[in-house]
């Protein structure tokens, strides 16, 4: 295996977890919105916990994958309005 997925598999692992702890849920509570703002949450969260097993598996293809995934998740929420994210920076797209 290349140097280079495995740099780039610890960059995107570590973009999706910063990611994550940066989103906070902008619809209302007890909405439609605010459920969907969950299950993006959720699904990422699944994609980082797969892409943490895949790398464990040494199976840096599959790591990388999930993790891009678990990005896109978030990144689509945020530009959609499911999620306020800092608007500055190299989380987010928005």
Excluded: Q
């Amino acid at each position: 295996m290349s140097p280079d997925i495995e740099e780039k598999t610890d960059r995107y692992e570590e973009l999706l977890a910063e990611a994550l702890e940066s989103i906070e849920r902008a619809p209302p509570e007890h909405t439609p919105l605010y459920d969907a703002a969950l299950e993006c949450e959720e699904m990422a969260e699944a994609y980082l916990a797969d892409g943490r097993h895949f790398r464990a598996e040494d199976d840096l293809v599959n790591a990388l994958a999930a993790f891009s995934y678990g990005h896109g998740w978030l990144d689509a929420g945020a530009r959609i309005g499911l999620f306020d994210v800092p608007r500055e920076g190299h989380l987010f797209t928005v």
